[in-house]
């Protein structure tokens, strides 16, 4: 109870200092600054029509940006208890698909699926952009992107060093093929560099490359389900590259590659809208950096995989629902905002009619004149299914948690072999999996989501 009423609490204090609604107008929040600039035009066009019929039925649009735990906040206070909350709300995979707790029915969004097909929308899009917000096979929003992600490398320092990427397939022939980079010329006994970024105290690499490997994270009861053997593979084979005497891989951040401007760690697995990132927070790496789909996990296999992303939903207790409705599709079907936000987030639209558009094929002298664009194109139709679960977020930490324990198990025994660590790996997998069953069946407030 005292639970209940704290949150109560704070969400009548985020409310209080909301900007007042006006009764004629959509609101509408979001979490990211950089779309809120893109989508500022088409707003302003929408309110100027909406003047122009100052007495028609079209009314006016208020954007309202903020952080995203305030929004969560929000979001859940008003579709749980009726505070109020905006007629359109757009934000990321991380937050969304809390909402979807609870019996479908009562999903705080307009389910948009039959819409989407009877207007024709559905079929325009990458059809896996839609996974992280389709909830027991109702859709509750649009999706801004569909994020491949690639390999992004140091080809200033490859290249000089003479070696030839273009015939690598697999993870084993690209560590095979970059090793000799890894030499100690400053006699520290340590490599100068390694040949892979992957931070262990984050859940994005390792996420990235379980969904690669085809590896499942919940069942059709969307209960946890990551204790199985494509995960353990995966688990084993990244522990084996971040210990014992041949590690290749090393954390780095962003810090990293500044203190250290030649090479720290030589490629980093780059969703696209991750690039953008980098061209703003590491401009002196423009020009020395290539992007490559990433190495497969067996020759044959997927050369990408997919991280993060973001939706725009209705109310679906919204006065203003059919309005909100083609304010979304204005906003998410617009070739001038594909285009705005392509060149300011690197994000590649989910619509397929778009990707011949010239602006996607343009050099970007960032990653040494590549068309970074029609690299990750190539590459979005290949991305890997995944959830919508509420609890994701919940169980890439648990998995997280069975990498340390698996690396610390590695370093204590000095086994450093994947084939040697992966019934290990399977067996923390297995207790992670079973304690964060316990939590969901056990919780009344994460109970399973329900027919």
Excluded at 178 to 187: H, I, K
Excluded at 210 to 237: C, I, R, S, W, Y
Excluded at 280 to 301: D, F, H, I, N, Q
């Amino acid at each position: 109870m005292l639970v209940i009423l704290a949150i109560a609490g704070v969400t009548s204090v985020l409310v209080a200092w909301l900007p007042k609604r006006e009764a004629a107008g959509i609101v509408f929040w979001l979490t990211s600054g950089r779309h809120e600039v893109a989508y500022q035009p088409v707003v302003a066009q929408w309110n100027e029509a909406s003047r122009a019929r100052r007495f028609g039925s079209q009314p006016s649009l208020a954007m309202t940006r903020m952080a995203n735990r305030s929004f969560e906040q929000l979001m859940l206070s008003g579709f749980l208890s009726g505070t109020p909350v905006a007629d359109l709300l757009e934000s990321s995979d991380d937050t969304i698909p809390r909402a979807f707790l609870g019996p479908v029915e009562q999903v705080g969004f307009v389910d948009l699926t039959q819409r989407l097909r009877e207007e024709g929308i559905y079929e325009r899009f990458e059809l896996r952009a839609f996974d992280p917000f389709t909830s027991r096979g109702h859709i509750f929003g649009l999706p801004r992107g569909v994020h491949p992600v690639l390999l992004a490398y140091r080809a200033d320092i490859v290249e000089a060093a003479g070696i030839d990427l273009s015939q690598v397939e697999t993870w084993e022939d690209y560590f095979r093929a970059m090793r000799p980079l890894m030499a100690d010329n400053d006699g520290d006994g340590q490599p100068d560099r390694y040949l892979l970024s992957f931070n262990e105290v984050a859940t994005n690499e390792l996420t990235i490359l379980m969904l690669q490997n085809g590896g499942v994270f919940f069942d059709d009861e969307e209960l946890p389900d990551f204790a199985n053997e494509k995960n353990a593979h995966v688990l084993a084979t990244v522990v084996s590259w971040m210990t014992g005497p041949d590690r290749v891989a090393q954390t780095t951040t962003p810090n990293s590659h500044l203190r250290n401007p030649d090479g720290f760690a030589l490629a980093v697995p780059m969703p696209d809208w991750l690039l953008s990132v980098w061209k703003m927070e590491l401009p002196m790496l423009t020009g020395k950096l290539k992007l490559m789909p990433l190495p497969a996990w067996e020759r044959g296999g997927r050369r990408t995989s997919t991280r993060g992303g973001s939706m725009i939903g209705i109310n679906r207790r919204s006065p203003h629902a059919e309005a909100a409705w083609e304010i979304a599709k204005t906003l998410y079907t617009s070739r001038e905002v594909a285009e705005q936000l392509y060149r300011e987030t690197s994000i590649i639209s989910p619509l397929k009619e778009f990707w011949g558009e010239a602006f996607y094929a343009e050099p970007d002298p960032y990653v040494s004149g590549q068309a970074a664009g029609l690299l990750y194109i190539e590459q979005a139709p290949h991305v890997p299914k995944r959830t919508s679960s509420p609890y994701a977020a919940t169980a890439e930490t648990y998995m997280i948690g069975a990498f340390l324990d698996l690396r610390e198990y590695a370093e204590q025994h000095a086994v450093y072999d994947a084939e040697a660590l992966k019934p290990v790996a399977l067996r923390l997998l297995e207790e992670a999996q079973h304690s964060l069953r316990h939590l969901i069946l056990r919780n009344t407030f994460l109970s399973p989501p329900t027919k």
